[in-house]
């Protein structure tokens, strides 16, 4: 149990530094009782949509069974679910963070986040590298999974993309040669 506490100090540690670093336009961590979380990290997150839908992420990870290490209500950590990996998974007013902390260059470059939809939405491929989730009877945008940003410890940029297969969202993370940790941010909004 130690162990697990050490590892979510760290991991909030480095994505606290980083978050600062980045500046006060960064959404804030705010409970939200339209978010609900799993226990664990293959229970994921149910997100609401602008029109009232419900969308589904998941955490598709080898250690999917990890508990998830509760600080706040707003505020959860799973520790060690990848190697030299962990997730920092914030409550936002509009939505969620999965802050993915790299701890070494033994950690994996991709990410993965199955996605499961309402009836009716589809995820849409934006210029900006993020996704749009669509209501395919209005055409309006009802959520976003906006373009991932991915630091070091250096605050220098690391690349980060997605790739979406079928109903699974990628996060592709090239953190080789970066000063660890390494801090990825994949962001959803309503």
Sequence with gaps: MRHARDGAAAAMNAAS???VARGKNEPQELENPDVA???RAR???WVPTKDGQRIHF???VPAADT???VLRPSLRVFVGIEVDTDIVAQ???SGIRLLTVIHGADAPSEFRFPVSLADGLVLEAM???GYDVVHLRYGATVGRLYNPWACDSMYRPV???YVLEGQTITMRVQHEGSYYPVVADPLYSR
């Design 43 to 45: 229970d994921g997150v």
């Design 37 to 39: 979380w799993g226990q």
């Design 91 to 93: 409550t936002t007013a």
């Design 127 to 129: 210029p900006s590298g």
């Design 159 to 161: 690349k980060a993309d």
């Design 67 to 69: 508990v998830a290490q």
């Design 58 to 60: 998941g955490i598709d």
């Design 17 to 19: 530094r980083v978050l």
